[in-house]
């Protein structure tokens, strides 16, 4: 990276000690180094996730095949070469922590957030940078102590990825729980303190650090996203974390939150009476339902801002986007029990949870009706990162639609944990948010490290990962209809769903070949780091404070003063204007908003925002008397 | 052109690093079933070696063509490949295709999709899902095709400018609406099928206890007397595996039990030995264990000393210098103790012998299949013995969690006879099965259990060849027995004053 020389010409005129590699690299309180630190470290989970997917396949495809490959990797967990029940278990389980926490949370929003919120909102650095190292070092942690549990004898932990108790209790039960569980515990606790010094910290730094001009109306659609995934983390993951706490104590210190009536051969009757392990599932759901929305807030930002800026055009109902990320955020709240439908809960909570969990789908409709709506007469420009986000809106259709069967609590009696399921919370949540990190990765390359990824490659691989996503997620909705349920070590011992061995065999081509398709990613990623072509200052012509900022990173970002907003993010293909992009900083003569009723161009420049005739303005006004003045 | 033989001769590095790999006998794919000769797998392994070189030179070659063609773009300022024009085209062509696909797949694997109907609630379910199915299908498609199609039809020309268009709010309102309307259509149909399902039955339907443990199922029925009794964890042992409430089982339990704590003496060849109990253990100290440890194993020495039986004397050694040894013994304790605390408060409430140990279970039916009566409403009793299981029965859209400490149950009418299953099937080996669906370790896939379903005359028989679980005992042995928890309770206290000494 070449950064290095321009490091302390940031002319913010604070104090600039002399910048050491390990300031610069390692324990670095710059948003940018800690956005890549957060990159490279996602990615680098990703491919293990990827990686424990492809042999728990191997498996499911040819149970009964020797595989030198696993017996290379896993030792004794796979003597022969065939991979044991328990670390079949144990693969899925990790496989699924990894994705939904280290790669899709920390790995997407953990990037994003600290790269665009100071310089989107254009603001020098985050509300507490040192807060922000810490962000990344408990998440960096976090990650050497789960993976430090595929070394335990035990091996990782494998009650799948909800850990539910009592399985997740009893180390009797099933070997993963004991030393495994302990660390998935320790690694998650580290990961919610990551999660929330992160969160508290974009958060301030959106309400507080905006530029002068930079109104909450006027915000990137990213940045909405990225404050209300905050705002949900900062929610949601304080009670996991107390769930994390009470399964703890109910492990090591005898208590009986989670545990009652248990009776296992060799140990007798527990004395664990009177804890109930539905309590737990309340508890994870709690968060675990807003977690596959901060997974997905992220990337449907990420989508808003790719795809408008690839369309040149306006995205379609600006306010309309914000209501519905806001109506997903609080509705995200009242649904965990969706996940609950059949663990004996009164019917009529279910009647509630069904209800509420179907209107949800309201907003996301709206959200991808808003997409649509700005392809429309575009002028689309297919780039890398607008074929992912493109990708990103065929799989949350996809997959949200599957939702509506799963949300219908009558329905879900004979769908819970069946791969319809599996099919389901991968195209909406595992391929769509991958898709959307993706784009951004694509997008924003340029910016962080000033060069530009090969085009040809980035188009190869979305074909590639697109067609293979489809081809693995698809068939398993039928399989799913059939009864087949999800974390079944194999199929074979039940005669009914012997039909499904091609189909296994099909999946599990695809999963490879999917997962070869990210050895060209990661070349072009990797490579270009160093030999890329280098970037021009505003490669796709985007309209966002973060382009106006030296591409090389400087500490402080603008090296002269902070530029000042005039207009929304999305003044695309103007009318009156030549150039199909109006960017944020640019002065202009108008309020900010184009009036095609007044085509000629207005000499008052306004600071705040009146009232008008236009609804619109009725919606920024509300919201900004909620979120306040901005103070510049 | 520099860095693209910098590239040439990283692939070619990269090929004769697997070369040299492939000198090492190391093959991706074994069968098992034919165990190959060291020659068969010497070729085998070099064709899966071949297989990968060719592939990875595939790939290589690939990303250089690509490489290359983004090296002449940037040198002549001209796209060799224009990617907005074969990215609109490949969109317009993935539409076709995977519509054609996704078509393909619904008719093709969409025939398994289970739309049996065995229970009576089915019917409710599978209109329920074609309601859905309907909606959903619709958008699907209508979404798909408009957005690759504006992919196709709105790429960047030449000369072209996007419309400025940021929002319009009736188009909004009208496309919030519609997906409300539908919602709440769906919500009120999902309403009524659901409270159909979970609604109390107005007439007592007939009850089965389905116990759950690692790694199968047990069905039981209340026998003669209609009463399922109070079961409890407290009382499983190997004679009495559901835990019923049996005077004479749990007695020998807390025999058994205090044993356990106390130790034992038992005769080996004539002589008496003593079998030392878990208070003993404790008292003895880790030197004791160790020591005791040490010759176990040392008499194992010799000829059949192997390297599993080092490792395991190694961990033994290894958690009684740790403490861990230490830490489950007096666990080990506790919950024994805790046990027969348990039982004993449960057998000293006033009304205990009405109530509970009236011998109600007694003529209980024991059975590892599950037996219904075809238009018989019956309702299942969920019971777990260790950890969530969950009761999964595709065919008659049955699911319901089995969770120790808290009883579950499923109500619902099975409408199909197996042996209408196995005509309609043409298959006269077809049986249902009822299945694990909440993983629960390691054997979760092989968690099963018969389902059948027959006439009512067909039961009966049926049932006539079921044994009760336990014989009745005459009202003098119960008598006697009853003394016997007392007993052990205090000295159980005794020995524990001992073993604080
Ligand atoms: C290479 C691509 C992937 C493949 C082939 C794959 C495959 C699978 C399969 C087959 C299962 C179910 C295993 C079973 O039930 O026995 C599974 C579980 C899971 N996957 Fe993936 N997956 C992939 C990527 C992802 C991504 C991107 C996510 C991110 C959300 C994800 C999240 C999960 C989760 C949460 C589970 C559930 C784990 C559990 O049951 O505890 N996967 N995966
Ligand atoms: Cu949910
Ligand atoms: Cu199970």
């Known amino acids: 990276m070449s950064t290095a020389a321009h490091a302390d010409h940031g002319s913010h005129g604070d104090h600039h000690h002399k910048e050491t590699f390990i300031s610069k690299y390692v324990f670095s309180m710059d948003h940018k180094m800690i956005a890549r630190q957060f990159l490279i470290t996602g990615i680098i989970m990703g491919c293990i996730g990827v990686f424990l997917s492809v042999l728990f396949r191997l498996q499911l495809a040819w149970p009964e095949t020797q595989f030198g490959i696993l017996k290379m990797f896993l030792g004794s967990f796979a003597a022969d070469g065939v991979l044991s029940p328990e670390y079949y278990m144990a693969l899925v389980t990790i496989h699924g922590t990894i994705m939904v926490f280290y790669v899709l949370t920390a790995g997407l929003s953990g990037t994003f957030s600290n790269l665009l919120i100071p310089l989107q909102c254009g603001s020098r650095d985050m509300a507490s940078p040192f807060m922000n190292m810490l962000s990344y070092w408990f998440f960096f942690l976090s990650s050497v102590v789960l993976l430090s549990s595929f070394f335990v004898s035990t091996g990782p932990a494998s009650a799948g990825w909800t850990v539910y108790p009592p399985l997740s209790a009893l180390p009797k039960a099933v070997p993963g729980s004991g030393l495994g569980m302990t660390l998935w515990l320790t690694a998650i606790a580290l990961f919610i303190v990551s999660a929330l010094l992160g969160g508290i910290n974009y958060i301030s730094t959106v309400l507080n650090m905006r530029t002068k001009g930079m109104s909450m109306n006027r915000l990137p659609l990213t940045i909405w996203a990225f404050l209300l995934t905050a705002i949900l983390g900062l929610l949601s993951f304080p009670v996991l974390l107390g769930a994390a706490l009470l399964l703890i104590f109910d492990r090591s210190f005898g208590t009986s939150f989670y545990l009652s009536d248990i009776w296992l051969p060799g140990e007798g009757a527990y004395a664990n009476v009177g804890g109930s392990p539905i309590l737990y599932q309340h508890l994870f759901w709690f968060l675990g339902h807003p977690e596959v929305y901060i997974i997905i807030m992220p990337a449907l930002g990420i989508t808003s801002e790719v795809i408008a800026t690839n369309a040149r055009k306006p995205i379609f109902g600006y306010t309309a986007m914000i209501i519905s990320l806001i109506g997903i955020a609080v509705l995200s709240f009242l649904v965990w029990g969706h996940h609950m439908f059949i663990t004996g809960m009164n019917p009529f909570l279910g009647t509630m949870f069904m209800f509420i969990t179907l209107i949800i789908a309201v907003p996301s409709a709206v959200k991808t009706f808003n997409y649509l709506a700005t392809l429309w007469r575009g002028n689309l420009k297919f780039t890398p990162g607008m074929m992912f986000a493109i990708g990103l809106v065929s799989f949350f259709v996809s997959g949200g639609l599957t939702g509506l069967f799963l949300a219908n609590a009558a329905l879900d009696i004979a769908m819970h944990d069946t791969y319809f399921v599996v099919a389901h919370f991968h195209l909406v949540m595992g391929s769509s948010a991958i898709f959307g990190m993706f784009a951004g990765i694509y997008h924003w390359y340029p910016r962080m490290f000033g060069r530009r990824l090969n085009e040809s490659l980035g188009h190869l691989h979305f074909w590639l990962t697109f067609v293979s996503a489809y081809l693995v997620f698809f068939p398993m909705h039928f399989m799913g209809l059939a009864g087949v349920p999800r974390r079944y070590y194999m199929f074979t011992v039940i005669p009914e769903f012997e039909i499904w061995a091609d189909v296994n065999v099909m999946i599990t081509i695809a999963a490879i070949v999917g997962s070869v398709a990210q050895i060209i990613f990661l070349w072009n990623f990797f490579s270009n780091i160093f030999r890329g072509e280098k970037s021009e200052q505003n490669p796709w012509k985007s309209n966002t404070l973060e382009w106006t900022a030296p591409l090389e990173g400087i500490h402080g970002n603008w090296p002269g003063a902070i530029p000042t907003v005039y207009r929304g993010a999305y003044e695309y293909s103007r009318p009156d204007r030549e150039e199909d992009y109006y960017p944020q900083h640019i002065p202009g003569d108008d309020d900010g908003v184009y009036h095609p009723e007044s085509e000629q161009k207005a000499t008052i420049r306004k600071e705040t925002v009146e009232v008008s005739k236009d609804k619109e303005i009725v919606y920024f006004t509300a919201l900004r008397s909620i979120f306040g003045l901005n103070k510049g | ?501």
């Open chain 2, 1 to 501: 052109m520099k860095k693209t033989f910098k590239l040439l001769a990283g692939i070619l590095g990269l090929i004769s690093l697997f070369g040299l790999l492939h000198q090492t006998d190391f093959s991706l794919v074994q069968l098992a079933a034919s165990e190959p000769s060291a020659a068969e797998t010497a070729t085998q392994s070099s064709i899966n070696w071949l297989l990968i070189i060719v592939s990875i030179l595939i790939g290589g070659i690939i990303v250089l063509i690509f490489d290359i063609t983004n090296l002449t773009t940037r040198v002549t300022g001209k796209n060799i490949l224009d990617w907005n024009k074969l990215n609109a085209w490949l969109c317009l062509v993935f539409l076709i295709l995977g519509m054609g696909a996704a078509f393909w797949e619904f008719f093709y694997h969409g025939k398994y999709v289970i739309t049996e109907k065995a229970t009576a609630h089915a019917e409710n379910m599978n209109m329920m899902f074609n309601a859905t199915l309907f909606f959903t299908g619709i958008v699907f498609v209508i979404v798909q095709v408009l957005l690759f199609y504006f992919l196709f039809k709105y790429r960047t020309k030449e000369g072209r400018k996007a419309t400025y268009y940021s929002h319009n709010n009736k188009l909004e309102i009208v496309w919030t609406a519609i997906p409300f309307v539908t919602m709440a259509v769906l919500v009120l149909m999902g309403m009524k099928t659901w409270s159909n399902i979970t609604k109390k039955s107005s007439d007592n339907p007939k009850e089965i206890e389905i116990y759950a443990y690692q790694f199968g199922w047990n069905a039981r029925y209340s026998g003669a007397d209609n009463i399922f009794g109070e079961a409890s964890f407290n009382y499983i042992s190997g004679t009495n595996p559901l835990g019923l409430p049996v005077d004479a089982e749990i007695d020998a339990l807390i025999v058994s039990l205090t044993k356990e704590l106390n130790g034992d003496t038992i005769e080996v060849n004539g002589e008496p030995r003593i079998i030392p109990g878990l208070y003993t253990q404790v008292k003895d100290s880790i030197f004791n264990l160790y020591h005791q440890s040490l010759l176990e194993e040392a008499s194992g020495i010799g000829l059949t000393y192997t390297e599993d039986k080092r490792n395991a004397l190694q961990k033994k050694i290894e958690s009684i210098e740790s403490g861990a040894a230490m830490a489950d013994l007096e666990a080990a304790i506790y919950r024994k103790e805790k046990q027969i605390q348990r039982i004993a408060q449960i057998r000293s409430a006033p009304s205990a012998k009405e109530t509970i140990f009236n011998g109600s279970t007694y003529d209980d039916v024991i059975s590892n299949e599950i037996h219904l009566v075809k238009g018989e409403e019956v309702i299942f009793l969920f019971r777990a013995r260790d950890v969530i299981h969950s009761a999964w029965m595709p065919h008659f859209k049955v699911q319901m969690n089995v969770v120790p400490g808290m009883q579950t149950r499923f109500r619902f009418t099975p409408i199909k006879t197996t042996a209408e299953a196995r005509v309609e099937r043409g298959n006269e080996e077809y049986d249902y099965y009822m299945f694990c669906n909440k993983v629960c370790g390691s054997a979760h896939y092989n968690m099963k259990i018969k389902v059948v379903v027959e006439t009512q005359a067909e039961f009966d028989e049926w049932m006539k060849t079921q044994k009760p679980a336990f014989a009745k005992v005459n009202e003098n042995e119960v008598q006697l027995e009853e003394v016997a928890p007392e007993a052990s309770d205090s000295a159980k206290i005794e020995n524990k004053e001992l073993a604080l000494k």
